[in-house]
């Protein structure tokens, strides 16, 4: 079974950085784009980067130029790399990956899965 766990999260300061990781465990046939996500309380969950299977990376207007998303592919690991972190960027952080698991009969269907979350505090 598919599973993706985040770590990584924590209280820092205004200013600071961290990087969040998240590791791809299970059958894996195929794993197409991976992203980030973050919630926080009381809005919407928001797409903040994300990077697909040949690389390439898109990031929300808010996080530009301060965020990094990377992957490792040997390890099935995707990083998001936070630097000059804002009170703003106060949220939960989730990982997710389109993914086609390994059956019995071959490649699944691509399916979405995600991660239980990592919460990232930024506060003085």
């Known amino acids: 079974q598919v599973q993706l766990v985040e770590s990584g999260g924590g209280l820092v300061q205004p200013g600071e950085s961290l990087r969040l990781s998240c590791a791809v465990s299970?059958?894996?046939?195929?794993?197409?784009?991976m992203r980030w996500f973050r919630q926080a309380p009381g809005k919407e969950r928001v797409l903040v980067a994300s990077?697909?299977?040949?690389?390439?990376?898109n990031y929300d207007d808010s996080v530009k130029d301060r965020f990094t998303i990377s992957k490792d592919d040997a390890k099935n690991e995707v990083y998001l790399q936070m630097s000059g972190l804002k009170s703003e960027d106060t949220a939960v952080y989730y990982c997710?990956?389109?993914?086609?698991?390994?059956?019995?009969?071959?490649?699944?269907?691509?399916?979405?899965?995600w991660g239980q979350g990592t919460q990232v505090t930024v506060s003085s």
């Open positions: 299970g059958s894996i046939f195929l794993m197409t784009s």
């Open positions: 990077i697909t299977r040949d690389g390439r990376r």
């Open positions: 997710s990956a389109h993914i086609s698991e390994r059956t019995s009969a071959g490649a699944g269907p691509i399916r979405d899965y």
